[in-house]
C-alpha cells in the first residue's frame, strides 16, 4: 500500500466487536480485487469491548475519536484519512464493503458525491423496522428534498462515497446523528455533481443504537432549524401581510364576507396574526444571523442585502416610531374621553391598531438588539455576501 492511498474507507466504532472484524475483511479485500491502494480508517469512538484492537489486528488504522457522537467520530475519521477518495460506512456490517466498486464507478465518471439507497436497492428480513422503511425515513427524506432539493431518496444512508475535493466543500461540523442529513444538505448547497445508486441492506448483529422517536425529532429539529426560511421567514411574512391588511381595511372601512360583517374581532385577529407574523419573522431573520456567525451557512445573499439596509439604529427608529406613534394615538383618545365627560369611546378599532403598533415596535427594538448582540462580522458579510469556511475542530 502507498503512502498515500487513493482510497480510504471511513468507519466510526462504538463496541462492535461482533462486526468490526468482517467490515475491515471485507473492505480490504475489495482493495485487492480492484487493485487500488487503499485504507481503512476506525474512528473509534470509546468502545470499551475491545472493537479497536480487533479492528487493528484485521489492518486498519485505528484513530481515537474522544468526543461523543456519531458525527464526531466521522469528522476525526476523515480528518485523519489520507485518500483522494473517501468511502463512508457504518461497523454494523450492515453494509457490503465488498461492493466498494459500485461506489467507486460512479466518481471515475465524473461525479463528486455518490449516496447508496436502500429504498431503491435491497432491505434484507430483519434488516430495518418497517416504521422506518415505510415511515419515518420516506417522509423525513421528503421533507428533505422538499426544503432543500436534494434529489436523494435515502437520506439517511450510511454508505456514500466522495471526493476529498468535495468533502472540503461540504464542510459538515455536526457531531450527532445529524451528520449524516448535514452532509446531503451541504452536498446540495454546494452543487455538487451528485448520483445515488441502490444497495442491499442486512441485517446488524449487536444492539442498535438509533432511538426511533428521539432521533427522528433531532433530525426534524435539525432540518427545520437549518431551513429558517420555511420554518419563520415565509410563515411570518404571510402572518404579517394578512394581519396587517386586515387591519387596514378594517380601520378604514366595513367589510363583510358572504353578508356577514366583520367586526372588532376580526380586527383582533388581524392584530394577533401581524404581532405574530413579526415574531416569527424577527426570529428567522436572527436564526439565519446566528446560522451565519456560526459559520453553519457560507453565504446568504438576502441577508446580505437585508443588512446592507438594515442595522441596529435604524431597527430602533422604526420600532420607536411605531411604540411612540401607539402612544400617541392612545393619547389622543384619552383626551378625547376626557372631554366627552368619561362617557362612551367607541373607538376600539383605533386602540387594538395602536396596541399592535406598541407590541411590534417593541418586537422590533428587542430584536434589534439582540441581532447585535449575536456578533455577526458584518462588515465581512457587506464585502462578499459570505462567511468564511468554518474552522476546523480540534481531533480530540
Not at 104 to 122: H, I, M
Request: charged content about 20%.
Amino acid at each position: 500500500m502507498s503512502a498515500t492511498p487513493a482510497v480510504s474507507v471511513v468507519i466510526p466504532c462504538l463496541n462492535e466487536r461482533e462486526t468490526i472484524a468482517a467490515c475491515v475483511s471485507k473492505a480490504r479485500r475489495a482493495f485487492a480485487e480492484l487493485e487500488i491502494d487503499g485504507e481503512v480508517v476506525v474512528a473509534d469512538n470509546g468502545s470499551t469491548d475491545g472493537s479497536d484492537e480487533i479492528a487493528a489486528a484485521e489492518g486498519a488504522r485505528v484513530v481515537r475519536a474522544v468526543r461523543k457522537g456519531y458525527g464526531n467520530a466521522y469528522l476525526v475519521g476523515f480528518r485523519e484519512a489520507h485518500g483522494d477518495v473517501m468511502v463512508m460506512g457504518d461497523a454494523d456490517d450492515t453494509y457490503d464493503f465488498s461492493r466498494l466498486g459500485d461506489f467507486l464507478a460512479p466518481l471515475r465518471e465524473g461525479y463528486e458525491f455518490v449516496n447508496g439507497s436502500r429504498l431503491r436497492g435491497q432491505i434484507l428480513p430483519g434488516a430495518m423496522p418497517w416504521s422506518h422503511r415505510y415511515i419515518g425515513n420516506p417522509f423525513l427524506s421528503w421533507l428533505l428534498n422538499l426544503f432543500f432539493h436534494t434529489g436523494f431518496s435515502d437520506s439517511y444512508c450510511g454508505m456514500r462515497a466522495f471526493t476529498r475535493e468535495a468533502y472540503q466543500r461540504i464542510q459538515p461540523r455536526s457531531v450527532g446523528m445529524e451528520f449524516a442529513l448535514e452532509m446531503i444538505i451541504n452536498a446540495g448547497k454546494a452543487q455538487l455533481r451528485s448520483t445515488e445508486i441502490p444497495i442491499v441492506y442486512h441485517p446488524r448483529l449487536g444492539e442498535s443504537k438509533l432511538h426511533t422517536l428521539k432521533d427522528g425529532w433531532r433530525s426534524l429539529r435539525f432540518m427545520l432549524l437549518y431551513s429558517p426560511d420555511h420554518l419563520f421567514l415565509l410563515p411570518g411574512l404571510a402572518f404579517l401581510a394578512v394581519g396587517s391588511l386586515v387591519m387596514a381595511l378594517l380601520l378604514f372601512a366595513t367589510l363583510s364576507i358572504a353578508g356577514h360583517p366583520l367586526g372588532n374581532h376580526s380586527m383582533l385577529v388581524g392584530a394577533l396574526l401581524a404581532i405574530l407574523g413579526v415574531q416569527i419573522l424577527a426570529t428567522g431573520l436572527l436564526a439565519k444571523t446566528y446560522s451565519l456567525a456560526e459559520r453553519f451557512e457560507r453565504d446568504d445573499k438576502l441577508l446580505a442585502a437585508f443588512y446592507r439596509r438594515f442595522n441596529l439604529e435604524k431597527g430602533l427608529v422604526l420600532g420607536g416610531v411605531l411604540v411612540v406613534g401607539g402612544v400617541l394615538v392612545y393619547l389622543v383618545m384619552l383626551i378625547s374621553w376626557w372631554r366627552s365627560g368619561f362617557g362612551p369611546l367607541f373607538q376600539e378599532r383605533p386602540a387594538i391598531a395602536a396596541l399592535a403598533a406598541v407590541v411590534i415596535g417593541a418586537q422590533i427594538i428587542i430584536a434589534s438588539f439582540f441581532g447585535s448582540l449575536l456578533g455577526l462580522k458584518r462588515a465581512e458579510l457587506l464585502e462578499t455576501g459570505a462567511v468564511p469556511a468554518p474552522d476546523p475542530l480540534p481531533v480530540s
